[in-house]
């Protein structure tokens, strides 16, 4: 991997694509600290905790919880792709525009982004209403000026979720592809100082008193050893499922074309374990979260009495509901990506017209047939993996943590140590500071593992994808030595 990134950057229109990937990605990350007018979102994040917009906030690189210019992230883009491609499906006529006009499909897209985002941030602006996060201008002004205040916010929004989208259109046409991924992967690496920063300060804070009660200290380092190295071992573990394949193996008839012999060699035909990538998953998680983000938006939460309240309770992150549904679409999304990306028929008549045969199989429709057969197998374990890494963290992690931490709050230190600090007046060291830190910061780091499983797959299928794309333009430019 990093021998394919040395090579493309050696090369220098590769080298070119790469750094103007950058570019834009540090513009858009100057966008995700514009603050936007009549907007003061001081302790706005606060109100996600326990929400399904804690994991819209993690997607946007923390810029939904400050109310900054990008707010809305890649949600109305992705959500408005969404709805094209199950259209596609539902009207054949959509469905040869996107085969034979990939423009129109696009300001289709565009069209239908726009409309997502200005429902999107008219929502959002309500949110902010109610949660006190204008400024006293908004707030107080009279009737007759509360509208302009409102299309001012509202016009705000929309136009940065409209610069994200031509921000990764940009990437696909002069960067190195990918461009909303890319974007999204931007938005997630961002947030990863911050839950080291909380890990590190979760550490300290049981050193941080020259009496040292050492049951603490000792709990709390190997917590974070702990932590570090199931992420570690998650990220080894996906990054060897995404690479898995089954092969289908081909052989093809010699034939005489002149005086040259074609044919007479056996090769495969590769299926991905993971064929989707991470796509499943980014559209599950945006469906299962529709209701409960429109919800929150409106200013209902599962304190709020009621049918409405009910709702949010009843499809809440951390619920019964939502991992459920989540890991039901993910399994259901993939079978549906893969529907539209991989034909069978269409790669056995290729195989047919090639003079290649699968042994044992007849052409034609038997080896379509045959391909289809191994394909659901393959889908449906790589759904279930995708449907195990995304779900598991957000059913165990949680818990899990919240008994770490309450072992480590509740755990009676060294009775010298205890009896040296009660003795010295510092018992309130223990319970009026040691105990809420551990608490703040261990609750944090339950925020940012709660959907770690979603953020690692975009992150390794990110990385794994812009590689084979380097891959792929260096093979095309014939570079010497890199096989």
Aim: with cysteine; net charge positive.
């Amino acid at each position: 991997m990093l021998q394919t990134l040395k090579n493309a950057w050696k090369t220098k229109e590769i080298r070119g694509k790469i750094l103007f990937t950058l570019f834009i990605l540090l513009i858009y990350r100057i966008g995700t600290v514009i603050p936007v007018p009549f907007v003061e979102a001081n302790n706005f994040a606060g109100s996600f905790s326990g929400t399904i917009l804690d994991q819209m906030n993690i997607l946007s690189g923390g810029s939904l919880g400050t109310a900054t210019l990008f707010a809305l992230g890649v949600s109305p883009y992705i959500n408005a792709s969404i709805i094209i491609q199950l259209l596609t499906v539902v009207f054949p006529k959509l469905g040869e525009i996107g085969k034979n006009d990939k423009e129109k499909m696009n300001l289709i897209t565009r069209i239908t982004t726009v409309a997502l985002a200005i429902v999107t941030a008219i929502g959002y602006y309500f949110l902010l209403k109610n949660n006190g996060a204008l400024t006293n201008a908004a707030t107080s002004a009279d009737s007759s000026m509360a509208w302009f205040y409102g299309i001012v916010i509202v016009a705000c929004y929309c136009a940065g979720a409209s610069i994200i989208m031509w921000l990764g259109e940009r990437i696909n046409e002069k960067g190195i592809g990918n461009g909303i991924s890319m974007i999204l992967f931007a938005n997630i690496i961002s947030v990863i100082p911050s839950f080291f920063y909380n890990l590190i300060s979760l550490v300290a804070s049981t050193y941080s008193y020259e009496k040292n009660v050492w049951l603490y200290a000792i709990l709390s380092t190997l917590f974070a050893i702990v932590l570090i190295a199931v992420i570690v071992a998650m990220f080894m573990f996906v990054i060897w499922v995404t690479g898995s394949e089954r092969r289908i193996s081909i052989q093809y008839a010699k034939r005489v074309v002149g005086r040259k012999m074609y044919g007479g060699q056996s090769q495969n035909l590769p299926i991905k374990l993971n064929m989707t990538g991470v796509m499943p998953v980014i559209f599950a998680s945006s469906i299962v979260s529709l209701v409960p983000t429109i919800l929150a938006l409106c200013g209902v939460t599962e304190e709020t009495e009621g049918f409405w309240g009910g709702c949010a309770r009843f499809l809440a992150a951390d619920g019964v509901i939502y991992p459920i549904l989540l890991f039901v679409l993910i399994i259901a999304f993939a079978y549906f990506y893969t529907q539209i990306s991989f034909d069978p028929v269409e790669v056995a008549n290729n195989i047919k017209r090639q003079g290649g045969t699968i042994p044992g199989i007849r052409q034609g429709r038997p080896t379509a047939l045959y391909i289809k057969k191994i394909l659901g197998k393959v889908t449906l374990v790589g759904a279930l993996f995708l449907g195990i890494v995304a779900v598991l963290p957000v059913v165990a992690g949680p818990h899990i943590l919240q008994h770490i931490i309450a072992w480590i709050v509740n755990g009676s230190p060294d009775a010298l140590a205890a009896e040296e600090l009660t003795a010295q007046g510092m018992g309130w060291y223990v319970t009026g500071y040691l105990e809420p830190m551990l608490e703040q910061r261990v609750s944090s780091l339950t925020s940012s593992f709660t959907f770690g499983g979603t953020t690692l797959l975009i992150i390794v299928g990110v990385v794994l994808e812009t590689f084979r794309e380097l891959e792929a333009q260096l093979t095309m430019r014939n570079y010497k030595g890199f096989l």
